[in-house]
């Protein structure tokens, strides 16, 4: 953006770091740390898309991503790059105007619903990330004016404590645009009390400090900040998220919720403190606990039962849910969207909901619907859906099924709709 420094994240472009990161903690990904030479490069990128109003990975003088990550100074691999532009009504391009919400949301989405793009957001091998903004007129169309972004991805060997720090005006627990606290204070102080580093956040609010394995206490001061917040963190081979969402929060990071011993029902928001350093933390405990993901986020697990859950209510996103016990009844629901949804051996309930699904039951005797879309075939052959045991097929009201030989999918009983 014309008013923000080129290696520095303006409200844009720290809204699509968040939602970038929001994808990984959902997914039990440690967060990208935002990095001011893959900015560089992420920025000059996009200004140079939106100055010849073309979406193209090779760019200036004939330059392929991590050559220009490397002109920045960027020198560790692997590297990687999503590029995207998206128009928004606005009849002619205004130098340094920030982009709409929905224009960022979208383009976001677009990333997800692309296996590619959305490898590259969601692959462990990443740990940093550089963010490009910047406004042009459409291609085919001058006077429109259209966001083109980039996003610069790379490993690297040092660990992060990167966050945002912002004023949550509508009270929704996540960042949005012209929330960002600018120019507040990070000081880092280690065990012995000694200051290790200070830095000032960007024109977004976000901020990202290199830090070694240890236990460290963040004091964030300045404008919109009420004296001072101490919060502690700890690091340990991975990149950890430390945001102040209120400058008049208090210390110390929001606990999870947590179950009791009894059946629990816990809701789940992209962003939730589920995880320590990557590590899922035992959410429901014991008793036959239920996960309910809040509209707007999605959950990512191999394991289930690691999280202390036994039941999965999904809202419209995307969802993966493996039940990696075999001696748990699992009971999954995914809601709208196209979610991915697995039992173990135990006597498993699995209902994909709207969306293209895709189910399996395992081992055991469970109960698995069917929807119009669902995905119980690969190249035309019957998948086996059922698995071992005595399985019943449950068709949708308004679907169909239509098989001469059931137990291809794995189902000796089976039960129609309408």
Known sequence: ?????????????????????????????????????????????????????????????????????????????????????????????????????????????????????RANILSANYSVLGVGDAIGGHPNSPDHSTSYATQNFAGTQKNYVTGVVFDDADSDKSYDLGEGLGSVTVTIVNSSGATVASRATDPGGGYSIALADGSYTAKFTGTGI?????KTVSVSGKNVKLDVKDGSEGGGTTPPPVGTNGNDTIYYSNGDDFWTNGVPKDIGGTGIDTLIINKGSVFNTSGLSWYGFERF??????????????????????????????????????????????????????????????????????????????????????????????????????????
Do not use: C
Not at 69 to 78: D, F, V
Not at 226 to 230: A, F, L, M, N, R
């Open 226 to 230: 009420d004296g001072t917040i101490e």
């Open 313 to 418: 209510v999904g809202a419209e996103k995307n969802d993966r849910v493996i039940g990696n016990e075999s001696d748990v009844d699992y009971r999954l629901v995914g809601g709208a969207g196209e979610d991915i949804l697995r039992g173990n051996s135990g006597n498993d309930y699995i209902r994909g909901g709207a969306g293209r699904d895709d189910v399996a039951g395992g081992a055991g005797n469970d109960i698995i619907y069917y929807g119009s879309g669902d995905k119980f075939w690969d190249n035309g052959a019957p998948k086996d859906i059922g698995g071992a045991g005595i399985d019943t097929l449950v068709v949708e009201t308004g679907s169909k099924f239509n098989t001469a030989a059931l137990s291809k999918y794995g189902f000796e009983r089976f039960q129609g709709a309408d």
């Open 1 to 117: 953006m014309a008013d923000n420094p080129v290696n520095k994240l303006s409200s844009s472009e720290q809204l699509i770091l968040e939602l970038v990161n929001k994808e990984r903690l959902a997914a039990g990904l440690e967060p990208l740390a935002s990095e001011a030479q893959l900015n560089s490069a992420a920025q000059k990128h996009s200004d140079w898309m939106a100055s010849g109003r073309v979406l193209d990975h090779t760019g200036a003088g004939g330059s392929e991503p991590w050559d220009r990550m490397k002109a920045e100074g960027w020198t560790e691999y692997p590297m990687g790059e999503n590029i995207a532009y998206n128009p928004f009504n606005q009849s002619k391009p205004i130098s340094g105007e920030y982009v709409p919400q929905k224009i960022i949301e979208d383009m976001h989405e677009g990333w997800m619903n692309s296996s590619g793009h």
